[in-house]
């Protein structure tokens, strides 16, 4: 788990290095942080990581929006946990499970890291939460969401690419070249590449197109999630104007 955070806070730390793409007025944002210990049971642990817009056109109904998709890969739709802060969640979580005698006497760590990348009048949001509550029970749950910066509506993969037939074209391409760069067989793969479908989860940035295939998507699950780029100017032919730099 640590060397896929780490190789996920890598990808974090790397993509807010990229020029973000042209829009019509910035947006400006930090990534909040914080840890909750419980060091006196020492059962429970959260670490927590989320984009916090500060200023720029309809900075609050963006925060709104992501708040309510990264509370939903959290804690669900309960609603206990609405109409209070990210922090308060996590501390009202862990305070219901202390109250169960069964649960308390389990191990609970959470974590939660996200980041926003902008192109054109899209904002990608790709996030991972990872739980651990005993020694044999890991899950790991990822998410991907294209949003409309003006009004914080989520898009649909329609509103974004323009031409699937060639994307899917272009999907070939550069999953052969990732399956070469991973020295991983075709042969393990269930289906060949050339009726290889698009991926459930793509969101598009500064880069190209993400493309992110979950295990056991297209390949066995220990293969592991698979994800690369088609480079922006490749790209470029299938996104919609909303989408473009």
Excluded at 44 to 73: F, M, V
Excluded at 162 to 175: A, G, M, P, V
Excluded at 190 to 211: A, H, R, W, Y
Excluded at 213 to 234: R, S, T, V
Aim: hydrophobic residues 35%; charged residues 25%.
């Amino acid at each position: 788990f640590f060397e896929l955070m780490k190789n996920f806070l890598s990808i974090l730390f790397s993509l807010t290095l990229f020029a973000g793409c042209s829009s019509p007025d910035p947006l400006i944002w930090h990534q909040n942080y914080f840890i909750i210990n419980d060091t006196a049971k020492e059962k429970n642990y959260a670490e927590i990581i989320y984009p916090l817009y500060t200023e720029g056109p309809n900075y609050d109904l963006i925060n709104i929006r992501i708040d309510s998709l990264i509370r939903k890969h959290l804690v669900g739709d309960d609603p206990r946990f609405a109409n209070i802060t990210m922090k308060q969640v996590i501390d009202s979580f862990f305070s219901w499970k202390n109250r169960d005698s069964i649960l308390n006497q389990i191990p609970y760590d959470l974590r939660s890291h996200c980041i926003t990348k902008e192109c054109g009048n899209v904002i990608a949001l790709r996030g991972m939460v990872y739980r651990k509550t005993n020694d044999s029970s890991t899950n790991i749950d990822s998410y991907v969401y294209n949003i409309d910066r003006r009004n914080g509506r989520i898009l649909t993969r329609d509103e974004i690419i323009s031409d699937t037939i060639r994307l899917k074209e272009l999907n070939q391409i550069y999953f052969s070249y990732y399956l070469i760069d991973r020295v991983i067989s075709e042969e393990t793969l269930f289906v060949p590449i050339d009726e290889l479908p698009l991926p459930q989860k793509i969101s598009v940035d500064s880069t190209g197109i993400n493309m992110q295939y979950d295990p056991n998507e297209i390949a066995p699950l220990f293969i592991g999630e698979m994800q690369y780029y088609i480079p922006y100017d490749d790209a470029k032919p299938v996104l919609k104007k909303i989408v473009r730099k």
